[in-house]
């Protein structure tokens, strides 16, 4: 059995194998249909519009860090892979935005208590060694009255399979790289839970208000060009008591 280090290692490696993937994706996303459906949405639940000093959890490729510093919000995107780190700054510098990136895990934040106005995340809870954890370092970081906005899917029983179809966005990931996905995500405990349920219940617990959609795929999957998974996307969006 691989102790915590091991899988971390592991999982950061993966993802740095993944970042071009992920860099190509997201410029599309940014240029495609789906931009303004994901900016209204997110723009609806943070509420205050003056610009808010916001933390991209997992920014990846910095699709959510191009949105929120075009819209004028102060943005520090994290990110556990260099890879992913490194994409971000380019995807950002393509578009003349700006953001702070810096490489650091999800569930151990460097920033002080009340840091932040807002924490958003995309796809990334389902990928955590301790999501719990990082619920509560969220919680920490984020000031009273704060917004927490978490998207991602209940792929924990999912296997994934290799894409034969070119307009699939993961059609380029190769077989070796799906089944590490997928030994990846059987060593994780958050895909034994039923989410969005799980997060939901302990979010509450740690001190958050909380409202939740089950699935906003109709929401923000407009171009008919991008080609994703059947699995819902839920929303989350918590605020800070």
Not at 37 to 49: C, E, F, T, Y
Not at 159 to 174: L, M, P, R, S
């Amino acid at each position: 059995m691989q102790n915590k280090c091991e899988i971390e290692i592991r999982i950061e490696r993966y993802w740095d194998k993944r970042s071009g993937d992920f860099s190509k994706l997201r410029r599309k996303e940014l240029e495609s249909e789906n931009y303004a459906p994901w900016r209204d949405l997110i723009l609806s639940r943070l509420k205050n519009k003056k610009p808010l000093k916001i933390l991209d959890v997992g920014t990846g490729a910095g699709f959510f860090a191009a949105i929120l510093s075009k819209e004028g919000h102060s943005v520090v995107g994290i990110d556990m892979s260099e890879g992913m780190i490194k994409a971000a700054r380019e995807t950002l510098a393509a578009y003349k935005l700006n953001a702070e990136f810096i490489k650091m895990a999800a569930d151990s934040l460097y920033f002080p208590q009340e840091s932040f106005d807002a924490v958003v995340s995309r796809n990334l809870t389902w990928t955590l060694l301790d999501a719990m954890e990082a619920y509560r370092e969220w919680h920490r970081v984020l000031k009273r009255g704060g917004i927490l906005l978490n998207f991602d899917s209940d792929v924990g029983r999912t296997e994934f399979v290799k894409k034969n179809t070119e307009k699939d966005v993961h059609f380029d990931v190769t077989a070796d790289m799906v089944k590490e996905c997928n030994d990846i995500k059987a060593s994780l405990r958050i895909s034994t839970h039923t989410r969005p349920k799980w997060d939901v219940e302990l979010l509450k617990n740690i001190g958050f208000k909380v409202e939740f959609d089950t699935d906003i795929s109709k929401i923000v999957r407009k171009d008919k060009n991008l080609v994703y998974d059947d699995l819902p996307i839920f929303g989350i969006y918590g605020e800070k008591c």
